[in-house]
């Protein structure tokens, strides 16, 4: 008798040779995958142009199973080797996908320089409130009272709004879903791939394993409940009001949408008036044979 | 006009040298963070760039220039950054990642005197052991060291031919005497220079192996964008790339990155030898300390003393077996260097007992006196 062979739409997106994933039951970040893959296929660039950089921790693995080109980095440095690498190749569309703790804690100095910048790429932080890989310690997202390892007794920090954050720094996408939304995820991905300029994307996304466990949250399937009945979508708002407080109400919505110069537009731009004619731009990478 | 090759004499220093260079081997991307003394170097490079085609960042740490630099190189450039030594520091854990995912870079560290803030403006070479080891893991590394301004030019080609090579981050190890002397650099035409192109794989698409090794133990590359959907990971990995995390893969990977270079470190190896063929005393010396033991050497082969110079233009890997067959013949070594031993250990292991050997230490701050030099000669051969 034969067979069929079980297949994914997205499969030709996906290593499939990699899955399964190591990611827990019930984690939001397949949700994640899913969106961007389908964002990707629906945005219609060239597959080849899409390159992937992710950082460390759970979210940091996503570049393993995309079926693109795709560079799992050191710690908090996904921004820098994405940078350079949309330098080295402008035509490149960049993507970087990381967790909060990547991009906003250790990485934190590179996220407000790049949205400074303006440099043309998108990121996904993808924010479940905690260090889940290493064991469920408190980070910069983390909302004052939940419980982790390291805040045994509760966090005290005044955690980071991460929209607010990059939106200060000259961020000209930022938007803020929850995997629940992944209609609405999906296609704030898709704006922000053809967006030129540093586009932000941010993921509420459960942890059931550690920050949920935690916390007495309950399951996977509890936590998403919870953002069903929490979620407020407020297109457009001050991004200086949508904090996050434990168990508290949840902003989401595209917040920002503008238009300013990319890195390379002010560079290029700016040295073709100021050098003047001996200004030669840069030629692309370097011919490797066809 | 192509300004991307100065043909002609120059009076230059080490740091402006080393930014020429740099764009003669092909450069075109350059990420760094100011640090004294290394800043001309990338000062040089913001003005020059524009008329080459460069692209020139200034990013806002060490750790952005590193990683960005590593990005740029699988773009398909070839990338630099510069540094000294806390910046270095910085830059270490991403120099790992690009010996793990062979990435061609090169890295100039314009050493100064240390530990942390240490002398910014002072010179020192107390970064030769951080160079090898610095970062964590087994790994072998490239490490060249200029004399001169001209070597800084020369020497920054040769760093890029390495790199591309072996595809690993080659680190020029420059210190601030040679990085701030102004001394004569000729640049020949632009023919002459001839930087090694990457080596490209050139084979099917679907027969891609981005850690599939050449006969000699190097992988040809590609770049991003070529929908070869490579993966590249830091972490220990398989010839495809993927990761996978067991003591029978991470032999594979990392004794591979190490044999690569050790198998090679006969071609790799350079050295400049001066008056051997009589010697009964050799001086190993590299960077500025070696230009100081020349003075010490005239006056003590007037004193009869029969002595020579090997003079180590790559620190690493070290250059085991000629330092070995001169140990078999000579009475002593006198190793001089701006560290209280650091290379000079590596000296005392190759040597293994055959000859006798006397480090002449400084801590940095300035060069030898050529009087310690000549005297621990002198009480060499007593």
Same mark, same amino acid.
């Given at each position: 008798m034969i067979t069929e062979q079980e297949t994914h739409p997205l499969?030709?997106?996906?290593?499939?040779?990699?899955?399964?994933?190591?990611?827990?039951?019930?984690?939001?970040?397949?949700?994640?995958?899913?969106?961007?893959? !389908?964002?990707?296929?629906?945005?219609?660039?060239?597959?080849?142009?899409?390159?992937?950089?992710?950082?460390?921790?759970?979210?940091?693995?996503?570049?393993?199973?995309?079926?693109?080109?795709?560079?799992?980095? !050191?710690?908090?440095?996904?921004?820098?080797?994405?940078?350079?690498?949309?330098?080295?190749?402008?035509?490149?569309?960049?993507?970087?996908?990381?967790?909060?703790?990547?991009?906003?804690?250790?990485?934190?100095?590179?996220?407000?320089?790049?949205?400074?910048?303006?440099?043309?790429? !998108?990121?996904?932080?993808?924010?479940?409130?905690?260090?889940?890989?290493?064991?469920?310690?408190?980070?910069?997202?983390?909302?004052?009272?939940?419980?982790?390892?390291?805040?045994?007794?509760?966090?005290?920090?005044?955690?980071?709004?991460?929209?607010?954050?990059?939106?200060?720094?000259?961020?000209?996408?930022?938007?803020?879903?929850?995997?629940?939304?992944?209609?609405?995820?999906?296609?704030?991905?898709?704006?922000?791939?053809?967006?030129?300029?540093?586009?932000?994307?941010?993921?509420?996304?459960?942890?059931?394993?550690?920050?949920?466990?935690?916390?007495?949250?309950?399951?996977?399937?509890?936590?998403?409940?919870?953002?069903?009945?929490?979620?407020?979508?407020?297109?457009?708002?001050d991004t200086r009001e949508c904090e996050i407080e434990y168990q508290g109400k949840i902003i989401v919505g595209r917040f920002v949408q503008k238009r300013k110069p990319t890195y390379l537009e002010t560079m290029n731009e700016y040295l073709r008036q100021s050098v003047g004619e001996g200004f030669v731009p840069y030629q692309g990478p370097m011919d490797d044979g066809d | 006009m192509d300004k991307s090759v100065l043909t002609g004499v120059h009076f230059w220093d080490g740091d402006y040298a080393c930014a020429e260079g740099a764009i003669a081997a092909g450069c075109r991307f350059f990420a760094g963070y100011p640090i004294?003394?290394?800043?001309?170097?990338?000062?040089?490079?913001?003005?020059?760039?524009?008329?080459?085609?460069?692209?020139?960042?200034?990013?806002?740490?060490?750790?952005?220039?590193?990683?960005?630099?590593?990005?740029?190189?699988?773009?398909?450039?070839?990338?630099?950054?510069?540094?000294?030594?806390?910046?270095?520091?910085?830059?270490?854990?991403?120099?790992?990642?690009?010996?793990?995912?062979?990435?061609?870079?090169?890295?100039?560290?314009?050493?100064?005197?240390?530990?942390?803030?240490?002398?910014?403006?002072?010179?020192?070479?107390?970064?030769?052991?951080?160079?090898?080891?610095?970062?964590?893991?087994?790994?072998?590394?490239?490490?060249?060291?200029?004399?001169?301004?001209?070597?800084?030019?020369?020497?920054?080609?040769?760093?890029?031919?390495?790199?591309?090579?072996?595809?690993?981050?080659?680190?020029?190890?420059?210190?601030?005497?040679v990085g701030h002397m102004t001394e004569k650099v000729v640049v020949p035409e632009k023919e002459k220079i001839r930087p090694l192109p990457r080596r490209w794989y050139r084979g099917p698409k679907e027969k891609y192996r981005p850690f599939q090794p050449d006969a000699d133990g190097v992988p040809p590359m590609v770049r991003a964008g070529k929908d070869f959907r490579i993966h590249i990971t830091g972490l220990t990995h398989d010839e495809r790339g993927y990761p996978v995390i067991n003591a029978e893969c991470q032999n594979l990977c990392v004794t591979r990155l190490v044999k690569k270079i050790r198998d090679n470190a006969d071609k790799i190896t350079i050295c400049e030898e001066h008056s051997l063929e009589d010697a009964e005393v050799v001086v190993v010396a590299y960077g500025i300390s070696a230009r100081v033991a020349f003075k010490a050497i005239a006056d003590a082969r007037e004193k009869g003393v029969r002595v020579g110079m090997l003079r180590l233009i790559t620190v690493w890997p070290f250059p085991e077996m000629r330092v070995s067959e001169l140990a078999q013949r000579v009475k002593a070594m006198v190793m001089p260097e701006i560290n209280l031993g650091q290379v000079y250990l590596e000296l005392e292991r190759v040597v293994a007992g055959r000859c006798r050997t006397f480090l002449v230490p400084h801590c940095g701050g300035w060069v030898h006196d050529p009087k310690d030099i000549f005297e621990a000669i002198m009480a060499s051969v007593r």
């Open positions: 499969d030709d997106l996906l290593r499939v040779d990699r899955i399964p994933h190591i990611w827990c039951p019930t984690c939001g970040l397949g949700i994640v995958l899913n969106s961007f893959l !389908t964002a990707v296929r629906e945005s219609g660039i060239p597959r080849e142009d899409i390159v992937v950089v992710s950082g460390i921790g759970c979210t940091g693995r996503a570049a393993g199973y995309v079926n693109l080109d795709s560079f799992h980095t !050191t710690h908090g440095r996904a921004l820098p080797f994405a940078t350079g690498l949309k330098l080295g190749n402008p035509r490149l569309k960049v993507v970087v996908i990381s967790g909060d703790g990547d991009l906003v804690a250790i990485g934190g100095n590179h996220l407000i320089h790049t949205a400074r910048r303006n440099m043309d790429m !998108t990121v996904v932080c993808v924010n479940n409130f905690n260090y889940a890989m290493t064991g469920g310690q408190f980070g910069p997202t983390t909302p004052k009272g939940a419980r982790l390892t390291t805040a045994p007794y509760g966090s005290y920090e005044h955690p980071f709004n991460i929209p607010f954050l990059v939106d200060s720094c000259g961020a000209t996408y930022v938007a803020r879903w929850t995997v629940l939304h992944i209609r609405q995820l999906t296609e704030s991905i898709k704006e922000a791939l053809v967006h030129p300029g540093f586009s932000f994307i941010e993921v509420i996304s459960p942890c059931p394993t550690v920050y949920g466990r935690r916390n007495q949250l309950g399951s996977g399937l509890d936590i998403v409940k919870y953002y069903r009945d929490n979620s407020i979508v407020r297109n457009d708002i | 004294t003394p290394s800043t001309e170097i990338a000062e040089r490079i913001a003005q020059r760039f524009p008329f080459v085609g460069g692209t020139f960042i200034q990013m806002e740490d060490e750790l952005a220039s590193m990683a960005a630099i590593l990005g740029a190189a699988w773009a398909g450039t070839k990338a630099m950054t510069v540094t000294s030594g806390p910046g270095f520091s910085l830059m270490q854990e991403n120099i790992g990642l690009g010996v793990m995912t062979e990435t061609p870079c090169v890295v100039v560290d314009v050493q100064r005197g240390g530990p942390s803030t240490g002398l910014p403006t002072l010179t020192g070479q107390q970064d030769m052991m951080q160079a090898r080891w610095g970062s964590h893991g087994d790994y072998e590394i490239i490490a060249l060291s200029p004399s001169s301004p001209q070597e800084c030019f020369d020497l920054t080609i040769t760093a890029f031919d390495l790199s591309e090579r072996y595809r690993v981050p080659v680190l020029l190890m420059m210190d601030e005497c």
